[in-house]
């Protein structure tokens, strides 16, 4: 335990961070908080009196919503912030803006934006904790540890698991945070998606399985994880549409029977159905998107409290 | 009692729901929670630990805030979201949305929006209790509570009060929703408005006295309830300007005399002075639109309170 | 003790209203507050049950933060409204929409608005307080009252101070605010700026320096207070260009020689680095910029608990 805490980061920036030993620890202390959004008074004093603040510079509904619900089931406060309405829309650099943020005295800072970096530099920078809550194409760490927290909550375990990860692997954060940390925890990872979308270092880089067609990826799996087209980010023409896309890369029933019996569906949300996953699908007993979205709240309990309280922390020193 | 706690609904979508007894009930669990908000400190811990989201789709200030400060008021925690900055600009559908959102377990979404039939739609699909703020031209429940706790207040009573309304009637939620509550607790109702405003089904639908003209609506009325020109609404040319309604349906003084004595003026805000009520009415002592906003504070905390804590009801069943 | 607390003021409009005792007592209540900041749980609970309203009609990002961090440090709940998405965008006066929410009974009012005069023409119809947190060109005394707490701490005095202001003072409310309140205090004020960002009657009206040029200004002083240049605002020509300003008014380390050897730099911030500041000097020991923002926090908790509190007013009345 004691070296669990005593090199526990000060920021999450990605999972890259941390020792399979400390993701553990993450975990399981999301199951322990997850019990809380079950009570009938739903919120325990774990932090209170802290500051939570919740930078949101691009637009999230879930991941927002589940900062702000975790930060207040702890009993913290929470400011939030976003660019328009800021001194960012001033020329203020976001530098600037943060050390006048630290100057108050928060306790932690959550950070949503969309260049890549963002929130490790200014973990760098600061003295408090900052949470990666997705910044451009690198990383999105919550999102993988509540993908992991359910996987391991339906199969009891990560180590030896088969994952699949279909869709624009080479421009998601979810899918870079989920090869990193699913691959640290023993499990196997296959991706697979549209050449355009796909990176040849990817199979080296992170030691996963590379396709190109879903198939392959999904045989054996025992989950598979749908991602989400950013329909509304396609400026050129990486795929012909989604018609097409949906036939060739959509998880449908038929291409599921390739996974394990029991396989789970996964996907980040929000979710394009009849493209990347069809509409039964998303309804099926085999979904766990739901599911993910509680447990999102759970890993965000666990890591404001482990980032903010650092438990155990003065012991091990 | 019993049988108002047995049967009490899940959600609040219109009055048409609640029996004239369960109205009374909301109306005198309001009465109790209004002098909360006289208090020094203005805080009772009943809804501690419970998390209400406000989804406005809409704008408003006075329904936000008054739904926002009835929730703190009682120790819940609240989340806000709105459509802009949410997933539904990234194509989410709303259900899909409100799904996601109750993966979360809040205890209550409280949501105004443009399309009628909108937080019934939701209400059916949703575990929790939906709170309906305003729904397109469809019903605005809490705005007719508070009316009613008003005039109750005022009168002593609702049964056989004489209620003029008068305005768009064809268009307006409050209308809708007053006319069903009002006629539920005894009151007569009699509407007027300019023929393009009103709707010749009104008198069988809701039992309402129809008219062209307010004089006949407001003759021995106990209050004129003034309706709001929704100027930003008027697209096409429903009448002919501000200064010609003002002179045909405004209410003036003189217009006022044909009421009775003891008569009060009601307005949901944001009132157009000069239009549908004229300036020195608005400071009238018989104008009681600041008390109204006064009492939709403690209609909303009764609201919040019944439907999600439902007092009684596991002894009642 | 009893003067100054029977005579308090019921709104923070500007402060020309207090006197150097009210002004010396507010900076001693923020110098106690300040403390709690650096609490493990930064959090009393003076203001447990109070509402405060804040209101922002002008983007910002730390006084918003600021007023909203110190009302939550008090215990305080914080309803925000902005200009979009309120009823003002519905055509509603500001007095309106203030007199709604004095119906839901708040406890103070925390308003910023373009317009100057505006938080004073409020406070004066409206029974709980308003505090202006900056209203056009008028008047921002929480700045002012934080750049006074920021000087007396490392000074440890004002009275005898030299402090040079620079910059666009004619069109500035941190200036005026902070020649009101560092004269009544008994500090010397000099300022400095481009004739088109100056007025002749300064001299007379505040009774402080007046100069077309840094230097004079700077001369022995021990405090430099440099303004923002409004990039933003700049519509006409004012002046010709940030190169320009920067060479002939921007504080460089050069220029600070003038100054007394312990001369502290302050700005209100966000700062255009090499514009009136050079960045070697935002980073420099003697920049006090960020102790202003620590500082903000703690006079703004002070003037939340003396004007909703007004402590030992009944005693003294």
Redesign the interface.
């Known amino acids: 335990m004691s070296d669990i805490v005593r090199t526990f980061p000060k920021d999450l920036i990605d999972l890259d961070q941390f020792s399979p030993e400390q993701l553990t620890h993450i975990l399981d202390t999301a199951e322990n908080f997850k019990e809380v959004?079950?009570?009938?008074?739903?919120?325990v004093p774990t932090l209170?009196?802290?500051?939570v603040?919740i930078f949101?510079h691009e637009?999230?509904?879930?991941t927002r919503?589940?900062f702000?619900?975790a930060a207040?089931?702890l009993s913290a406060?929470t400011?939030a912030?976003?660019a328009?309405?800021?001194?960012?829309?001033?020329?203020?650099s976001l530098l600037?803006?943060a050390?006048?943020?630290?100057?108050?005295?928060?306790?932690a800072l959550v950070i949503r934006h969309g260049a890549s970096g963002t929130p490790g530099f200014l973990g760098r920078r600061l003295s408090f904790p900052v949470l990666n809550a997705g910044d451009g194409a690198h990383a999105h760490p919550t999102q993988a540890l509540l993908d992991m927290l359910t996987l391991r909550e339906v199969k009891g375990r990560l180590d030896g698991l088969r994952i699949a990860i279909i869709g624009d692997i080479a421009h998601s954060r979810v899918a870079r945070s989920n090869m990193i940390g699913l691959s640290k925890m023993g499990a196997r990872v296959a991706v697979a998606g549209p050449p355009s979308m796909m990176a040849v270092e990817l199979a080296e880089t992170y030691g996963v399985e590379v396709y190109n067609r879903p198939e392959p990826a999904i045989e054996g799996a025992d989950g598979v994880m749908m991602l989400r087209i950013q329909?509304?980010r396609q400026t050129g023409a990486l795929f012909p549409g989604n018609r097409e896309y949906a036939l060739v890369y959509g998880l449908s029933r038929e291409r599921l029977k390739l996974a394990k019996e029991d396989a789970v569906i996964l996907h980040p949300?929000?979710?394009?159905q009849g493209v990347e996953l069809s509409p039964e699908l998303y309804e099926d007993r085999r979904s766990v998107i739901?599911?993910?979205?509680?447990n999102?709240?759970a890993v965000r309990m666990a890591l404001l409290y482990l980032l903010i309280e650092r438990p155990g922390q003065a012991e091990a020193a």
């Not at 328009?84 to 203020?92: A, F, R, V, Y």
């Not at 050390?99 to 306790?107: L, V």
Request: no cysteine; glycine share 8%; charged share 30%.
């Open positions: 959004s079950e009570r009938e008074i739903k919120k209170r009196g802290k500051l603040v949101f637009n999230s509904t879930r919503l589940s702000e619900v207040k089931r406060d400011v912030l976003s328009s309405g800021s001194s960012l829309s001033k020329g203020e600037d803006t050390r006048n943020i630290e100057a108050m005295h928060p306790d329909l509304e949300g929000p979710v394009n739901l599911p993910q979205v509680t999102g709240v």
